[in-house]
């Protein structure tokens, strides 16, 4: 039988009360046993705050504004009276849900089915154009008024985007193995998500065909692949003990694109899996003329090219063709450079686990490509799209003569690939490790932190509204967000007034579930904003819960900056995860031994 509305949010009631992950995917687990095999995938899209999977977009884009006429109308036309206009009763309560079950309180609801509201909503969201807004309120306004207070809670905070239960993606992979029998099943789903990066789809593929329909999943153009990442050392002799030879490759700083033609359509992903197609027309067009009636995924670093010079532009130059508006002009002024790196689906057939070498010959049959040795100096290609610069390193000291070459022409490092590596969907190991020229000093590298809340300013920064913000790590085995710093430098008083209003949308009445933090900051935000921080070292602390377990510290930053504006290109999944920090902890610790041994030399 269809499940009902008032069903599906009694599950969401029990979820949102929980904190702990492991209660939180066994009730989810439990809950998926009660569905239908067409409710799976529209009820994890629920629980994601989404109609679709995050790289469809699949909100309903009602503002706050619309829903509360929504909601006064609807208790108008039921009759309630009430003493104070809902308008103001949000601002009493702070919370869109509980507004509206407070103001609809006392209503028993149709029973509706959970499909037929789920498609209601997705109307909703499809809906555009002249007089659509009256028309979203009206049917909004309609289904406030078929629900009980319980399913209003629930529905308005969704509408508005802020259901915020606090079950990140690994907990609903959780909650999947659970349903499908607990542990030895979460591999299969993992890797399964990884390769299509759709949870309502997995769930759907579980219930028709169990276990062996995800480990039969394979590639497909449409459902961006999650991208394999690097691990990181700090020399060519630590990678060479490591992987041995490798493929080294220049390690470019544009933005990661994964390029999908699935014969006729072209579709391009960003590093967070995003689809920034209407982006870049350029790359569209190149795919397409190669790859016309083909079907293929691909990944590449798109580059900001400056014809005049010859070269690449820097970061900051390219990442301003992220743009939605002035396409066309943008690319008259900045063209791109695609060069691919990666090839993981042709024709059909999946490359993923393909030897890297073999990889790579096969996309420079398919690309314009350059052979250089380790002396040429890098150039671009002469079309949209080349090659990543390759050298094959049979002993430590190509890597480092390497490395020192691409840096003296502006680069940011080296990637050391391993040359019988798979494509490790979603996964940071060392079949790629990055040399990065920070990682020879202090803290390597600079750390991706999830901005969890802010400080009012104080003294000269008063004026601002925000002295510093409150970051944090992700805690992937907890599905948390862990506090690390307080971060009140590195941006320009502009910047912090543009870093104010950007989070004043997203403040929260309290700590979200999903954050875990002992410090209150004095506002609370969604975290959902990935800032790019440097700091002198990492430290133990009992103040942060980054790390801490057992009674142990957690990990602190000293001297930490702002390096950054937030970044568009990470979602808080992709902030530097809590082995990161103790790795880098670890590595520190070495390093300052070793210091600390050569110093007595080096003083005489
Ligand atoms: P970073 O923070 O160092 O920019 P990241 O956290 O985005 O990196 P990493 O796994 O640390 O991800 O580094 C890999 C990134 O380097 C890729 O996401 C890609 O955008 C970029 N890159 C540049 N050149 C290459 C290359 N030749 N091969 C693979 N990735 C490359």
Known sequence: MAISIDRVCDCLQILDSLTGRIEMAQAMGTFLLELDTLERAPFVYLVQGQLAP???????GMSTRLVLRAIGLAVDEAGISLAVPPEKRLEEIGDMGNMAEDVLAGRRG??????????TLENLALRGGVGSQEEKVRTLANLFLKLSPLSSRFVARFVVGKLRLGVGD?????????????????DPIENGYNLCSDLGRIATILG??????????????????????CER??????????????????????????????????????RNLEETTPMFPEIVEATRTLFGGRTAIFEGEALGYNPETGGYHPFQVTITRKRKHNVKEKSDEIPLKMLVFDLMYLDGESWLDTPFLDRRRKIESLFPTHTFSVDEEETAPAGVFGTSRLIVAEHPSTIDHFFDEVLEEGFEGIIAKRMTGTYTAGSRNFNWIKLKRSYKNALSDTLDLVIIGFYRGKGQRTKLGIGAILTAAYDKEQDRFVSIARIGSGLTENQWISLRAMLEESVLSGKPHSVLSDIAPDYWVEPKF??????????????????RRNGTEGYALRFPRITEEPRADKN???????????DIYRKQKILLARHRSASPREKK
């Open 208 to 229: 028709e065909e169990g276990l062996d329909g995800v480990r039969k999943l394979r590639p497909s153009p449409g459902y961006p692949i999650r991208m394999a990442l």
């Open 233 to 270: 050392l700090s020399s060519g002799e630590e990678i060479f003990d490591k992987i041995g030879a490798c493929a080294v490759e220049s390690k470019y700083d544009g933005f990661r694109c994964q390029i999908h033609s699935d014969g006729n359509r072209v579709q391009l992903f960003s």
């Open 54 to 60: 995050p790289f469809r977009g699949g909100e309903t």
């Open 110 to 119: 149709n029973s509706l089915s959970f499909l037929d509201v789920f498609r």
């Open 170 to 186: 690994a907990t609903i992979i959780d909650a999947l193995a659970y349903w499908q029998g607990g542990k030895s099943a979460k």
């Open 530 to 547: 990935v800032i790019r921080v440097r700091a002198d070292d990492i430290t133990r602390s009992p103040q942060h819960t980054c790390g």
């Open 572 to 582: 808080p999944f992709d902030a530097t995860t809590v082995p990161e920090i103790e």
